[in-house]
């Protein structure tokens, strides 16, 4: 992956309406799911990320025909539950540690032998967490020393339910026991520490596999087939958390924010950033692909620090490195406690959003598992993203509120979540040069 700095520095205020791409877990999920039932389906709204472009090609490699009608529509014609080939070739996951993770379990009931890569970031990422409820099962997946990638995994072997209590409150993990549980003979339970987002039990009954599900479990049996559907991706959450974090930082901000997804699992920062004195509001707009999904106005208000619920941490976990960004620039300061996962994401966020922060001006105290950020002011001067999209992101948003131009240094992997930041941010008033 090349590197790409962006130079990022005050702007206008944030002002018009924008529509942010399709979420990232949603669409993983559509192409895993839509590749498994019998016949074609249509996903609409697709992320055309790197992530999830990866995960399209990994299923293509596997026997499934996909096809591009246009940008962010893929007509994938499904092989049936057990209708994959193996692939001789490592499977390469990218920067995308919801695509390992899921197809560590899905290919653990396939008949053939798999080998799953990734980039630099996703070869230092835990697999234990994965592989252990999946040897549970009767699945064998070997990894390097210390649970790291590469993944082989070998194929026809028996799988059996489990009931499973995570140790870590994680969807991946979760979502990837349920895909063996697929393939499994026998009830497979899930018990969650917190609740996580639940894409996977929803789009798995949208394709008519029988499962049960609320906040913090899941059941399902193995033995049944997936219909073929169509699934209508809502934007992310995720992506449109920079600009929600922007507009409220921004002096003279009014920014729309078209049809956002609002999965209760993944909106925490709302709550959060309400609690900080930010002016959202919300006005709900229906449903896409069963998810609800609202439009977001949101103007400029004077945040302040607040103790951020630990409750709230997993459903904002990917929103920490711009709530780092909005808590160096609020009034007081800002505790978050319990977010120990950050450090195993794409970087060690608490790590990388200190550092990168700190080389701004901003004062933050690392815990083991958090930070107390103590908000102030920024001033230019260079950051380094290492390789992480949502670092970068978040210091650009940084970068709008800071006194001098900021370089951003390693920006590249933004294209991994969010192609076209750059210039939706631009449009909107962002400084942003490349
Ligand atoms: C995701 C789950 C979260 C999140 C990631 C996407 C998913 O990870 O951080 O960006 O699609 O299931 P964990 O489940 O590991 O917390």
Redo the contacts with the bound molecule.
Sequence with gaps: MSTLDWLAGAGSAVRGEIAVPGD??VS??AIMFASLADGESQVHGFLEGEDTRATAAIFAKLGVRIDAAGVGSRAVQGVGIDGLHGCAEALDCGNA??GM??LAGLLAGQRFDSVLVGDASLSKRPMARVIDPIVRMGGLIESDAGGLPPLRIRGGRALHGIDYTLPV???????AVLLAGLYAHGETHIREPHP??D?SERMLRAFGWPIAFGPGWARLSGGHRLQPTQVQVPADF?SAAFFIVAASLVPGSDLLLRAVGMNPRRTGLLTVLRAMGADIVESPCGEQGGEPVADLRVRHARLRGIAVPEACV?DM??EFPVLFAAAALAEGTTVVTAAA?LRV?ESDRIATMASGLRALGARIDETPDGAVIHGGTLHGGEAHAHGDHRIAMALVVAAQCASGEVRVVDCANVATSFPGFDDLARGIGFGLRG
């Design positions: 990232k877990s993983h999920r540690g919801t993770r899921l409150a994680s969807a991946q993990v979760k979502s996580t987002r894409y995720s997993p976990i990917d996962e994401k």
